[in-house]
């Protein structure tokens, strides 16, 4: 064999064992990284399930919160009420005082005249020269 056809050779020889080296390279890369794809979609897959838990959970604690609002609006329009118509009793209260106590002067004045009269009747009537 000539010199040119035992080169040409080697180099395919070299060039056989490289494509197949490389060969490997590429099967067990493509082998790693399919493997690590599948690791990251089922993190993604844990992660969805997740963000979807954590969505969920956020519903309810908006709809909590929502509901609490509602209950302290509704207690304090009772609270605002409730002031109010202590407000009003309380107007109504001072406004009929003074009304009472004239009442409960002229109650008192009656009645003591009432016991003036029938003490004079009484008197009156037993002293009374007719009788």
Known sequence: MLKSQRTYTRLFEINSSFAAELSKINIEL??????????????????ASEAQKLF?????????KEACYNN???????????QNGLIQHYAITR?????????????????ASNRSHTSSSVVIYIFNPDN
């Open 95 to 111: 406004r009929n005082q003074p009304i009472e106590a004239d009442q409960q002067s002229v109650s008192n004045y009656s009645e």
């Open 56 to 64: 969920n959970m956020t519903r309810r604690i908006n709809g909590i």
């Open 30 to 47: 493509n082998d790693k990284f399919t493997a690590e794809i599948k690791n990251i979609n089922s993190r993604d897959v844990g992660y």
């Open 72 to 82: 302290f609006a509704s207690v304090n329009a009772s609270i605002e009420a409730s």
